[in-house]
């Protein structure tokens, strides 16, 4: 079946730091990735969409300048949090969908990051 | 914004009893879909129906749709503890190419 890694799997990062979280199609092309944000006992949240090659579409309300998306190839997408602080401390999931498979989005298994 | 809402919040049942969760959602959907999540894990997906479709089965899973209500059930026949998890309705809505995710349910499964 379609697997989707991330990598780092958990990061401790300083406040003011930037982290850069991968998140990986290992066996089939992705033109669609998703970045969703989760924060303890609560739901995920979509922060933006990704199309290879082209910008990533942010959701209302996530910082474009803060949560930078790069979707390089129809393999990797990379989430970038720049000058983390505290209240980015959370769980990162990203999914892919393969361009034949319209339907599915298929889960990494999430990055946790904390900022301390 | 989130589009569905699951309800229960919480569930806890005895194992082997059937846990049945609801979930509501706002727009036009293109489909439903139902992941569970352990605690601290990733989300693992286990069902997609279509707007067409009314009800799918896999293993003891069962989900219905119903779209003139714009709602959703999933039901986990003869529980288990390894059942024990977050479970969430995800919509694709029509003309939005994203996925949103519900609130979630919390079950728990008491030995």
């Known amino acids: 079946g379609a697997v989707v890694s991330q990598h780092p799997s958990w990061v401790i990062c300083k406040s003011g730091t930037s982290v850069k979280i991968e998140c990986r199609s290992l066996d089939f092309q992705a033109t669609t990735m998703f970045w969703y944000r989760q924060f303890p006992k609560q739901s995920l949240m979509l922060m933006a969409t990704?199309?290879?090659?082209?910008?990533?579409?942010?959701e209302q309300g996530v910082e474009k300048d803060k949560f930078l998306i790069n979707h390089a190839s129809l393999t990797l997408s990379t989430l970038t949090v720049t000058s983390a602080h505290p209240e980015d401390s959370s769980f990162y999931i990203c999914?892919?969908?393969?361009?034949?498979?319209?339907?599915?989005?298929?889960f990494g298994p999430g990055t946790r990051l904390t900022v301390t | 914004s989130q589009q569905g809402e699951e309800d229960p919040q919480a569930l806890s049942i005895q194992e082997g009893e059937n846990a049945t969760m609801n979930c509501s959602y706002k727009?036009?959907?293109?489909?439903l879909q139902w992941y569970r999540q352990n605690s601290g894990r990733g989300l693992v997906h286990l069902i997609l129906i279509r707007s067409n479709e009314r009800e799918k089965h896999s293993g003891r899973l069962r989900v219905t749709l119903d779209t003139s209500k714009k709602s959703s059930s999933l039901l986990i026949t003869a529980s288990r503890a390894a059942d024990t998890a977050s479970y969430f309705c995800a919509t694709a809505p029509r003309e939005k190419d994203k996925i949103i995710f519900g609130k979630g349910t919390r079950l728990h499964i008491l030995p």
């Open positions: 727009t036009s959907i293109n489909n």
């Open positions: 999914s892919a969908r393969e361009w034949t498979v319209a339907d599915e989005q298929y």
């Open positions: 990704s199309n290879e090659g082209s910008k990533a579409t942010y």
